[in-house]
């Protein structure tokens, strides 16, 4: 008893130390992935490419805070977006990276369907480069396929993925595409070597961990999430081996992505706020009683102000859960990030 309560405690504290927030523990892995990568393995990045994506990524992020309004608290989803820019983005121009990540930060702000931005952004950045920038291109193999460098990368995903409540959806993701890989090599009696190569590609596990699991972008209740998965899968195999054509992953994501709000819609479900994590957020249906929208409320937009006749009307108004009295100050929203 004493024995598991005193591993039970090492449990607790261990998690304790770790940041709330998984987009930190997001950023740190990225990081040095990126760092590793551009010292060990040579990945004919230019580190002015990725300085420009970092300023241009940032600066847009900025741009479009200060023009909806909204707090300056919303920077760690474009760090993390510019990570993923420069890890998977190669080009023999210089204002690629840049212009991907003007896009793919925009692309938050812009597209956005029932108060959720519709794609993730690196995702969406990469294929906007290679479709309209020529000489660009994907670099996914340059991880190669080393085995203890995809444990490690299982490992790393694994905690950040846990860390967001998303880890359903990375290894159901993993098990249906190694399923069917699996599949068709018993069916065409090929060598398991291929099943293996799979296993260990890093540029998979890192789309499983870090750019599938994206709670932003994927449906919000767990059943959608699962079948979301397994389609995802099925497309990423279809690209791959029936029309085989490069980039099955990539492509997968952002051909499917638009499923995700008639699947929210079929299948309605609390949304995800970064800034909630960690404590219970409220329920949509609990925004609506004070008379303010719950996308608004749940995305962090600026709230309409009551008017004077709203506010005079027969209905009492509720006292707010949080303070015991009125402010007369206005309350600036906090921005919903990724």
């Known amino acids: 008893m004493e024995i598991t309560l005193a591993r ?17 523990l997001q950023i740190l892995f990225l990081a040095l992935l990126l760092t590793t990568g551009v010292l060990l393995r040579d990945f004919s990045l230019h580190p002015l490419q990725m300085a420009l994506a970092f300023a241009a990524g940032l600066a847009t992020q900025a741009f479009w805070l200060k023009r909806l309004g909204l707090e300056q608290r919303g920077f760690l989803s474009a760090i993390v977006t510019c990570c993923g820019l420069s890890l998977l ?6 204002w690629a990276h840049p212009l991907a990540a ?30 309209l920038i020529p000489g660009t291109w994907v670099s996914p ?16 995903g694994t905690i950040v993925t846990t860390r ?32 293996w190569h799979q296993l260990g590609n890093g540029a998979l596990l890192l789309f499983a961990f870090f750019m599938i699991s994206d709670p932003m972008t994927i449906p919000n209740r767990r059943a959608p999430r699962i079948a979301y998965a397994l389609i995802v899968a099925a497309a990423a195999i279809g690209w791959q081996y029936v029309l085989f054509r490069p980039n099955a ?12 709000p008639l699947l929210d819609r079929l299948f309605p479900g609390e949304g ?14 609990a925004c609506g009683i004070f008379g303010t929208p719950p996308t608004i409320v749940a995305e962090g937009w600026p709230v309409p102000a009551r008017s004077a006749t709203t506010a005079s009307s027969s209905s009492p108004a509720l006292p707010s859960p949080t303070s015991a009295a009125p402010s007369s100050r206005p309350v600036r929203p906090a921005a919903r990030d990724r």
Request: net charge positive; glycine share 8%; hydrophobic share 60%.
């Open 141 to 156: 193999g340059q991880w190669g396929n080393d085995l203890a460098l995809a444990v490690w990368l299982l490992m790393l």
């Open 89 to 94: 983005l190669r080009s023999d121009t210089i």
């Open 249 to 260: 992953l990539i492509w997968a994501l952002f051909l499917v992505t638009p499923l995700v």
């Open 102 to 131: 003007t896009l793919a930060m925009s692309s938050k702000f812009v597209l956005r369907i029932h108060g959720k931005h519709l794609y993730n952004p690196a995702n969406l950045g990469v294929i906007a480069a290679i479709t």
């Open 8 to 24: 039970h405690g090492l449990i607790t504290a261990a998690r304790a130390l770790l940041p709330k927030d998984a987009r930190i």
């Open 164 to 195: 967001a409540r998303r880890l359903d959806i990375s290894w159901m993701f993993l098990g249906a595409f190694l399923g069917l890989v699996a599949l068709r090599v018993m069916l065409l009696g090929q060598s398991w070597a291929i099943w």
């Open 272 to 285: 995800f706020s970064w800034h909630a994590w960690g404590s219970r957020s409220i329920p949509l249906r």
